[in-house]
């Protein structure tokens, strides 16, 4: 596609339960950035894929959080055992390279707007 | 927490300029980059200066001074369609992002 795409747009659950986010990056793009983001801040990275692999995982706040790149194209965001300081807008962004100058500029998504009651 | 700061809220009127600053400390620089984001919606890339001096590109310019750890947005001839936020990140060493909270700016007619 044209641009990075986000499903769902929006996702509403209960406390306790598992979600899965995903982010479809524009095709060609190697690099893929998870980040989530609540109102009045910046994005927090969660997890960077250079390909299928996880590059830097650092940003996960614990094991509840985890995410899959298989092929090196679609990424899946995992959250087990949702928490209501979970709600946030989890944002995908995709570059061309990783590391490279005027390469490495990140094209974001619209967003999953995710909510625990 | 990150070591990046902008001005939390800005109010300029249509036609006018306005000048966003951004200071940043790190060790490691790759670049600093300036994003805008409506309400309720993703970040969309704006600028992205390596190199000290001054971008420019229609209404919208961006400067940096790496020895200051300092940038700017600068937006000329404001309409209300630049009612948004705008946020500033540094690449570190690691090619991540580092993100400031967001400067959102109001335009009055």
């Known amino acids: 596609g044209a641009g990075v795409s986000q499903t769902p747009s929006n996702k509403v659950t209960e406390k306790g339960k598992y979600v899965e986010l995903r982010c479809d990056p524009i095709?060609?793009?190697?690099?893929l950035y998870w980040y989530r983001q609540s109102l009045g801040q910046g994005p927090e990275f969660l997890i960077y894929?250079?390909?299928?692999?996880?590059?830097?995982d650092s940003g996960l706040p614990n094991d509840r959080f985890f995410a899959v790149r298989p092929e090196g194209s679609v990424s899946t965001l995992k959250i087990q055992r949702t928490e209501r300081g979970d709600s946030a807008v989890y944002l995908c962004?995709?570059?061309?390279?990783?590391?490279?100058?005027?390469?490495?500029?990140?094209?974001f998504g619209p967003g999953t707007r995710l909510t625990v009651l | 927490g990150q070591n990046i700061d902008q001005p939390t809220e800005m109010t300029a009127t249509e036609g006018a300029i306005v000048q966003i600053n951004c200071t940043y400390q790190?060790?490691?620089?790759?670049?600093l980059f300036w994003y805008q984001q409506h309400a309720g919606e993703a970040p969309t890339f704006l600028s992205y200066?390596?190199l000290d001096g001054l971008e420019e590109k229609g209404r919208f310019s961006s400067f940096l001074s790496r020895s200051k750890g300092y940038s700017y947005l600068l937006l000329k001839e404001l309409q209300m369609k630049d009612s948004a936020s705008y946020l500033c990140?540094?690449?570190?060493?690691?090619?991540?992002?580092?993100w400031g909270a967001g400067t959102k700016l109001i335009i009055k007619p």
């Open positions: 790190t060790s490691g620089f790759n670049g």
């Open positions: 894929f250079q390909g299928t692999g996880a590059a830097d």
């Open positions: 962004a995709s570059s061309r390279a990783s590391g490279i100058p005027n390469a490495d500029t990140q094209y």
């Open positions: 095709s060609g793009h190697t690099a």
């Open positions: 200066n390596v």
């Open positions: 990140a540094y690449m570190d060493s690691n090619h991540q992002l580092i």
